[in-house]
């Protein structure tokens, strides 16, 4: 069986939000493997 990968983005996150809040999140939609939240320099 091949695996079925896709990433999804998503603007605007508060930034008190953090990975393990955002997998949850997302969990109920599927499967997540990863997560990376990334910042720009005003946060």
């Known amino acids: 069986m091949k695996a079925k990968v896709s990433n999804i983005y998503v603007k605007n996150i508060n930034v008190g939000v953090t990975e393990k809040e ?4 997302f969990n109920q939609c599927g499967t997540i493997t990863s997560t990376k939240l990334m910042c720009d320099e005003k946060g």
């Not at 955002?22 to 999140?25: G, I």
């Open 22 to 25: 955002l997998r949850k999140h």
